[in-house]
């Protein structure tokens, strides 16, 4: 079966400090990819999506950047972390093609001090 | 675009009562729909889906139908339990959004007491 996994569970970064987390898949190949941001007692807002290796489409322009570097692996980045970065951050997948559903990760939840 | 529009929340409910969150949508072509559920501090699990019109999909006592005709795919369960608090979430994926991506409503708190 297909499981996918978020790290870190918890994260507290400094104003200006870098940020990377990372997704992994597992049980599946060429999986679409998706981050996904959640503001405190909020809905989704789809930050990334990536159908394939070093393919990424940006929803929202900020100062996040994802990047695909193996079939299996999503990383999303920053240089310098803002007040507003401070979220939930959900990683998901879905089975490429059409009238799939996504899979979420148990997400990451970011301070930003 | 596509939009999906749910019921405000919270949602306060006791134990065993019958359980509805609307949720309607706005989409050209044929979208599949979802709802999926988030409990506190986890991430969002699908709790099931429908892929053409008239299709029920069902799991763990909940139940959404399809709705062409009026574009809706509200969430019901017959007896709610202390353990569905959370928050659910009404998506689709098609129409003008394309079937990379989903289409998420706000969310709708449910609360459900003894």
């Known amino acids: 079966s297909q499981t996918i996994h978020q790290w870190p569970a918890t994260l507290v970064q400094p104003v200006g400090s870098p940020l990377s987390l990372e997704c992994t898949v597992e049980?599946?190949?060429?999986?679409?990819l998706y981050w996904y941001r959640q503001a405190a007692g909020r809905g989704l807002q789809l930050l990334f999506y990536?159908?394939?290796?070093?393919?990424i489409s940006s929803e929202v322009p900020q100062n996040l950047s994802a990047s695909r570097p193996q079939d299996r692996q999503f990383i999303l980045s920053s240089k310098k972390l803002l007040l507003s970065d401070s979220g939930f951050y959900l990683c998901?997948?879905?089975?490429?093609?059409?009238?799939?559903?996504?899979?979420f990760g148990d997400g990451t939840r970011l301070s930003i001090l | 675009g596509d939009s999906v529009t749910q019921m405000e929340g919270p949602v306060t409910l006791s134990e065993e009562a019958f359980l509805t969150i609307n949720c309607t949508y706005t989409?050209?072509?044929?979208?599949?729909l979802f709802w999926y559920v988030q409990y506190p501090g986890e991430g969002l699990q699908l709790l099931l889906k429908?892929?053409?019109?008239?299709d029920k999909g069902s799991n763990k006592g909940f139940e959404a139908t399809y709705r062409k005709e009026t574009t809706s795919f509200h969430l019901e369960k017959g007896s709610v339990q202390v353990s569905d608090s959370a928050v659910y979430f009404c998506?689709?994926?098609?129409?003008?959004?394309?079937?990379?991506?989903?289409?998420f409503g706000t969310g709708t708190r449910l609360l459900v007491s003894p």
């Open positions: 998901a997948w879905s089975v490429s093609g059409g009238r799939k559903p996504q899979h």
């Open positions: 049980g599946t190949s060429n999986p679409n």
């Open positions: 990536s159908v394939g290796i070093g393919q």
């Open positions: 989409a050209t072509g044929y979208p599949s």
């Open positions: 429908a892929t053409k019109a008239d």
């Open positions: 998506a689709l994926t098609g129409g003008n959004t394309g079937f990379q991506k989903l289409v």
